[in-house]
């Protein structure tokens, strides 16, 4: 297709071809200028307009937040341009740094967006996020290694998740916060855990009755 053919497609058709350009792999997808949808917006202006006004392209995203937060606001563009589609997010913290990062302000317009959730967070940010609303949650991966319980009390995390039928989770123990919580286990269907224990692992079995898919996983043993 020559340059000439390209500039008298319509926006539509533009559009239509920038989202077979950004197609991939199942799961979220980091941000690379050198690839789609980023990459599109650096052709031409006439590209860059479509490409920001086309929602499907920026419904995934894989992002690691910095201790300065400093990447909050490529999140908040990313999301905006996402308008009422459906979400699957990927998004993880450096742990070397304790700094609120105040993702939970970045997330909670776009929270009845969010179908498909991994979350690597200290402790301080998964109370924020746990507590907002996400009626179209799907599934959630969180990593609970730092959870520290004295933090939770009287917290109830994701409890307003009312679809929620898939969970992961890797940690050293099962926090008794999710056993004493009003978290949704018993909608599970799925469960797949890393490093429990043999008992951490029976109480999820009573916790969640609905179960159709358990994986258990002792990292000791890999």
């Not at 993880?92 to 967070?121: C, K, M, S």
Request: glycine residues 4%; charged residues 15%.
């Amino acid at each position: 297709m020559s340059m000439a053919t390209i500039h008298t497609l319509s926006p539509e058709v533009l559009a239509l071809i920038f989202e077979w350009c950004s197609e991939s792999g199942p799961g979220p997808r980091r941000p690379y200028t050198a690839t789609a949808p980023l990459l599109l917006t650096r052709i031409s202006h006439h590209w860059r307009n479509v490409a920001l006004s086309t929602p499907s392209l920026w419904c995934s995203l894989q992002l690691g937040i910095d201790r300065l937060g400093v990447r909050l606001p490529f999140l908040r563009r990313w999301l905006g341009r996402s308008g009422s589609l459906p979400l699957a997010l990927d998004l993880a913290y450096n742990y070397t740094w304790a700094v609120p990062t105040a993702i939970d302000g970045v997330l909670r317009p776009h929270a009845n967006q969010i179908e498909w959730l991994r979350l690597y967070f200290p402790c301080s940010d998964l109370v924020r996020i746990g507590r907002l609303a996400f009626p179209k949650l799907r599934y959630l991966d969180y990593n609970w290694n730092d959870v520290d319980d004295t933090k939770l009390a009287n917290v109830d995390l994701f409890a307003c998740a009312p679809q929620l039928s898939e969970l992961c989770t890797r940690g050293h123990s099962l926090p008794s916060l999710l056993v004493q919580s009003q978290f949704p286990w018993a909608q599970l269907t799925t469960f797949e855990c890393f490093g429990y224990s043999q008992h951490d692992c029976l109480q999820v079995l009573r916790l969640a009755p609905s179960l159709q898919c358990c994986t258990l996983i002792d990292e000791t043993q890999q």
